[in-house]
């Protein structure tokens, strides 16, 4: 691709986001968590009941995507290659991601996003903080995700202790890297930290059982409509 092309490829990333953010559009929220916290078996039953309200209106969507570029995260994660490169790769997957994203509200979409740029804040600043310092990496991960990100309108903070949420890991299926008990307490530290800083946060207690958890969100969601 030339540099003008890339450049009028970049201006459209930030011009969604500002589009997205004026135009009449649809509702954007995200939800996040550490593993174990319910967050994705949330996600489809908010979906499915908002699907039964909205027909034709609700997008469940997720990160990494099930694109080439989510593909090559998940690879360079089985691979173990280094934790910058993982963070830009979560952020390449993003910056399409947001596209989409932006054109779905621009539909008048409902948008529900299970994982969006908090989790690349928290789980690699957790990660880079090592090598890094916890500051910085914080800092240069909140500086890379600002031009391709759509602001959401509401992200719902799964919170559970993360001893609880190992717990629930390890009766799923096999344990990834991302799973001990140390780093998802870091990573949860990072959560708290953002939630804290932005109003459009909302923290769920989701050590709830599930179905109150999705009413819980499901009424957050419906005060934003
Ligand atoms: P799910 O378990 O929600 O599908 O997410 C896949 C993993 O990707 C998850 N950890 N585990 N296991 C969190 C991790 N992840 C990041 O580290 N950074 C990101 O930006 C995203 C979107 C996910």
């Given amino acids: 691709m030339s540099a003008m092309a890339q450049v009028e490829k970049d201006s459209l990333v930030v011009g969604?986001?500002?589009?997205?953010?004026?135009?009449?559009?649809?509702?954007?929220?995200?939800?996040?968590?550490?593993?174990?916290?319910?967050?994705?078996?949330?996600?489809?039953?908010?979906?499915?009941?908002?699907?039964?309200?909205?027909?034709?209106r609700v997008v469940l969507t997720s990160e990494p995507t099930d694109t080439?570029?989510?593909?090559?995260?998940?690879?360079?994660?089985k691979e173990g290659l280094s934790g910058t490169t993982e963070a830009l790769l979560f952020v390449a997957d993003r910056a399409e991601h947001s596209l989409r994203i932006a054109q779905w509200l621009g539909e008048g979409k409902v948008v529900i996003c299970d994982r969006y740029f908090a989790s690349t804040v928290a789980y690699q600043g957790a990660a880079l903080k090592t090598s890094m310092g916890e500051k910085n990496a914080i800092e240069w991960l909140k500086m890379v995700n600002e031009p391709i990100i759509v602001p959401p309108d509401l992200t719902l903070l799964f919170t559970i202790r993360a001893e609880m949420a190992m717990e629930r890991v390890r009766?799923?299926?096999?344990?990834?890297?991302?799973?001990?008990?140390?780093?998802?307490?870091?990573?949860?530290?990072?959560?708290?930290?953002?939630?804290?800083?932005?109003?459009?946060?909302?923290?769920?207690?989701?050590?709830?059982p599930l179905a109150q958890v999705i009413q819980i969100a499901l009424a957050a969601i419906r005060a934003k409509l």
Avoid at 68 to 77: M, P, Q, T
């Fill in 16 to 56: 969604a986001s500002a589009a997205a953010a004026s135009a009449k559009r649809g509702l954007f929220v995200v939800l996040e968590g550490i593993d174990g916290s319910g967050k994705s078996s949330a996600a489809k039953g908010i979906f499915e009941a908002l699907a039964r309200e909205m027909p034709g």
């Fill in 68 to 77: 080439w570029l989510g593909d090559c995260v998940r690879r360079a994660n």
């Fill in 171 to 208: 009766q799923r299926s096999g344990v990834s890297k991302f799973e001990n008990l140390d780093y998802l307490r870091d990573v949860d530290l990072v959560y708290r930290s953002l939630c804290m800083d932005d109003p459009n946060y909302i923290t769920i207690d989701a050590s709830r």
